[in-house]
């Protein structure tokens, strides 16, 4: 008896611990960008592009990167949404059951998830180059895509997989086709779900930098073209950070911060529409 005490109450202090180093690493970056970035942070940042010398020290903003982030992370997001939830229906076991080709599928998106983001970037280069395209905004949403992939896919495919047999039987019951069960009673049993798949691969995408280094290129301008070279806010940062004067590398601190809000923004978006979204649940 005072061995499983002991047991239990080791394993919930390393479970308090635990919990304590993920929440106290998030608040440690938060505040450290926040007291970093915040000083240099103003309206000019967000509304105007680099002007002249702006990577000198001189006046300007970052308007271009935040656009471009947000047509990059969007863009990406949408076309990866598009091809993931198609994936992760097709892989429920009334289409596909547990057959070897759905097996090698998972185990391919498994693999694709663990490739370092540098690698899309480099195969969507050389993509490019053998296509005769340049870097631009084009070139960055499709790399960003095949990123976001995988992890879109998996994720909801988890979430798919909570859907009781039951409910589908029922809808089978009463005459529905295998593809009005997978829309109108899977996908609605499992949107919240679905956002938060649609959330992580959207922090991912307009978070990274590696994939679109090569593919999207760097402009101060706002692009008008999918063809256009585009800004983004993870380049921005590194870019300033990478200058040896301290007014340009307090920006990139800023630039991080914008970045940080946009993220935190999207989250308690996603969280509300989410709370909306739970009627459609059975419990």
Do not use: C
């Not at 229906?89 to 694709?112: C, H, N």
């Not at 992580?200 to 101060?220: E, K, N, P, V």
């Not at 950070?241 to 630039?255: D, I, K």
Request: proline share 5%; no cysteine; hydrophobic share 55%.
């Amino acid at each position: 008896m005072r061995r499983r005490k002991a047991e239990e109450t080791i394993f919930k202090s390393l479970m308090i611990a635990s919990i304590a180093v993920v929440v106290g690493t998030l608040l440690t970056i938060v505040i450290m960008i926040t007291l970093k970035g915040l000083p240099a942070l103003n309206l000019a940042m967000i509304t105007q592009t680099p002007k002249g010398g702006y990577y000198l020290g001189k006046e300007g903003g970052i308007l271009n990167a935040i656009v471009g982030s947000l047509y990059l992370a969007v863009g990406a997001t949408v076309l990866a949404f598009l091809i993931s939830l198609p994936i992760a229906l097709f892989l429920q076991r009334d289409y596909i059951g547990k057959t070897r080709f759905a097996s090698v599928v998972k185990l391919s998106m498994d693999i694709l998830w663990g490739i370092p983001s540098i690698v899309y970037g480099a195969f969507g280069f050389i993509i490019m180059l053998y296509l005769g395209v340049r870097a631009s905004l084009l070139g960055g949403i499709i790399a960003l895509t095949l990123l976001e992939i995988p992890i879109m896919t998996r994720a909801m495919d988890e979430v798919v997989r909570t859907v009781s047999p039951d409910l589908k039987a029922a809808s089978f019951t009463l005459g529905a086709t295998r593809l009005q069960t997978s829309v109108n009673v899977v996908v609605r049993q499992v949107l919240p779900g679905i956002m938060t798949a649609v959330l992580l691969a959207f922090g991912r995408g307009i978070g990274d930098a590696a994939s679109i280094l090569f593919t999207a290129g760097y402009t101060d301008r706002i692009p008008t073209s999918p063809l256009d070279p585009v800004a983004s806010l993870p380049l921005a940062v590194f870019f300033q950070l990478g200058t040896p004067f301290p007014e340009v590398q307090q920006r990139a601190y800023a630039s991080a911060l914008i970045l940080l809000l946009i993220i935190l923004l999207i989250s308690v978006l996603t969280r509300l529409l989410s709370k909306r979204f739970t009627r459609h649940t059975i419990r």
